[in-house]
């Protein structure tokens, strides 16, 4: 064995200490580390020839990059849609790198991982009142979820053809109707061959929404003369958290051809709360629906999972087996993660997960996602009451989405942003809606209080203050 290396493994229990340590100092601090920085590095870092060890190697990570590294799973990183790391979700993400498992087949190496992300999905089902007739699995965000169920939307669109478009090639048009999808449904077409231009885009409902109208997606149906299509929902729009109506989806399905996908990325998690369980009422006739882990669920980044009805399970296979490798077997008869999702290897991605639900329950989450809508309200109606700034739609869930007052202000939005993002207090992102310039702030982190809202319209004072 290599010198360091066995100096490493001598040292291994003191080696991981002082990590413990070191997370816990950033974790124990995150209120006070900034939420942006300016800093940056020079990355043309030349490679020793001797390794330097591993404390060494922390050294020089608590030299030189840590004191870069922003709040980010803090309680006022509000851009994005940024969820924060629960300590179970940590203990589950430490873990799966220490067992380092494969989790692929039922019946091979790494086993047990399977079935551990089966009985996750299986949890996960239970918190959002879904049935089992899903089939789930993990992977990296929901850009990926979605680009794994419209992979299998895309050979459904084949299939009804007498195509098998995973074979042989997209042969045909495929249609697309959708309304608000975010933009990762975008990149998903674009990924898939199907065209990041070729879709329909279906009015949204009157007035300040940005749900589907469910008149015009019948109008624009009833145009394909019986030519099968797919649909792309949202549950909770990005910028408004708007929710598409699945009741009247669920009847269109009785009546038309169609696979109906949902991105319920962050918004799938109203079915955990009995305040808000109505937004997604009906979802659980869609064909495909993508859920982040690593946004309202609060674990480390590169979770999130996709469930697929068990009828197209066929068709997933289609899409995504290793057709070319015997030894992995026949793909129906031994069920293998690798044949039915993007990535082969993969980590035992599932565990952050199993530890969260497990440590906190149904009971956590509705908490968790009743106090950031509460939080959201709040924010809100401080807003309001300052009287520089006006919402640019309603507050339905947990996004707040916002300008300064007047049209005459449009061009200080950004300049107000990156003047409150640079104090390093809060970070928000910012977006264009209805054509007006304006700023999200997105409460999913479980760390947020009341006296987070409070420093940050402080915060926004002051630099209202100093732009006037
Ligand atoms: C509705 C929706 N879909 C998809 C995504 C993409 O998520 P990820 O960055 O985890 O791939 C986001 C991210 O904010 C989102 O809000």
């Given at each position: 064995?290599?010198?360091?290396?066995?100096?490493?493994?001598?040292?291994?229990?003191?080696?991981?200490?002082?990590?413990?340590?070191?997370?816990?100092?950033f974790l124990n601090n995150l209120e006070n580390i900034p939420t942006s920085n300016k800093n940056t590095i020079d990355p043309n870092r030349d490679l020793n020839e001797l390794g330097l060890g591993s404390l060494e190697a922390l050294?020089?990570?608590?030299?030189?990059?840590?004191?870069?590294?922003?709040?980010?799973?803090?309680?006022?990183?509000?851009?994005?849609?940024?969820?924060?790391?629960?300590?179970?979700?940590?203990?589950?993400?430490?873990?799966a790198s220490v067992y380092d498992q494969n989790a692929q087949a039922i019946k091979a190496q790494g086993g047990v991982s399977a079935l551990i992300e089966f009985e996750t999905i299986h949890l996960l089902l239970q918190l959002l009142e879904l049935p089992t007739s899903f089939l789930g699995g993990f992977v990296t965000g929901a850009t990926m979820s979605n680009f794994t169920c419209l992979g299998v939307a895309r050979q459904w669109f084949g299939n009804q053809l007498g195509k098998d478009f995973a074979k042989n090639g997209i042969s045909e048009k495929i249609n697309i109707l959708t309304a608000t999808p975010h933009s990762s449904s975008i990149k998903t077409l674009a990924m898939l061959g199907i065209g990041s231009q070729n879709y329909t885009t279906i009015k949204t409902i009157e007035g300040n929404r940005e749900a589907i109208d469910i008149a015009d997606l019948e109008q624009n149906i009833q145009t394909l003369n019986g030519k099968?299509?797919?649909?792309?929902?949202?549950?909770?729009?990005?910028?408004?958290?708007?929710?598409?109506?699945f009741t009247a989806i669920s009847k269109l399905k009785e009546k038309y051809k169609f696979w109906w996908h949902i991105d319920a990325a962050f918004g799938g998690f109203a079915a955990v709360s009995d305040k808000f369980k109505h937004l997604t009422e009906g979802w659980e006739g869609a064909d495909s629906i993508t859920?982040?882990?690593?946004?309202?669920?609060?674990?480390?980044?590169?979770?999130?999972?996709?469930?697929?009805?068990?009828?197209?399970?066929?068709?997933?296979?289609?899409t995504f087996q290793n057709s070319n490798a015997p030894y992995l077997g026949n793909p129906l008869e031994n069920f293998n993660y690798l044949n039915?999702?993007?990535?082969?290897?993969?980590?035992?991605?599932?565990?952050?997960?199993?530890?969260?639900?497990?440590?906190?329950?149904?009971?956590?989450?509705?908490?968790?996602?009743?106090?950031?809508?509460?939080?959201?309200?709040?924010?809100?109606?401080?807003?309001?009451?300052?009287?520089?700034?006006?919402?640019?739609?309603?507050?339905?869930?947990?996004?707040?989405?916002?300008?300064?007052?007047?049209?005459?202000?449009?061009?200080?939005?950004?300049?107000?942003?990156?003047?409150?993002?640079?104090?390093?207090?809060?970070?928000?992102?910012?977006?264009?809606?209805?054509?007006?310039?304006?700023?999200?702030?997105?409460?999913?982190?479980?760390?947020?209080?009341?006296?987070?809202?409070?420093?940050?319209?402080?915060?926004?004072?002051?630099?209202?203050?100093?732009?006037?």
């Open positions: 064995m290599n010198s360091i290396l066995q100096q490493d493994l001598n040292d291994f229990e003191n080696i991981l200490e002082k990590a413990k340590q070191q997370g816990i100092g050294k020089e990570f608590n030299e030189r990059l840590a004191p870069l590294l922003v709040s980010s799973p803090g309680p006022r990183y509000w851009g994005f849609v940024t969820g924060g790391s629960t300590p179970a979700s940590i203990v589950g993400d430490w873990l099968p299509f797919i649909l792309i929902s949202s549950a909770g729009t990005v910028n408004t958290a708007d929710f598409d109506d859920i982040d882990c690593h946004k309202w669920l609060n674990v480390p980044y590169e979770s999130a999972f996709y469930l697929i009805k068990k009828e197209h399970t066929n068709l997933q296979v289609e039915v999702l993007p990535e082969n290897s993969r980590r035992l991605r599932a565990l952050p997960v199993w530890f969260s639900l497990l440590a906190y329950g149904k009971k956590g989450f509705q908490d968790i996602i009743e106090t950031s809508v509460s939080l959201a309200q709040l924010f809100g109606n401080e807003l309001l009451k300052d009287g520089n700034f006006e919402l640019l739609a309603p507050i339905r869930l947990n996004n707040v989405c916002f300008t300064l007052k007047g049209d005459h202000n449009q061009e200080k939005v950004s300049q107000f942003l990156t003047a409150l993002n640079d104090t390093g207090k809060v970070f928000m992102t910012p977006t264009v809606y209805q054509n007006r310039k304006g700023i999200r702030a997105s409460f999913v982190n479980w760390r947020t209080n009341e006296n987070d809202i409070k420093t940050v319209i402080d915060e926004m004072k002051v630099i209202l203050s100093q732009l006037n």
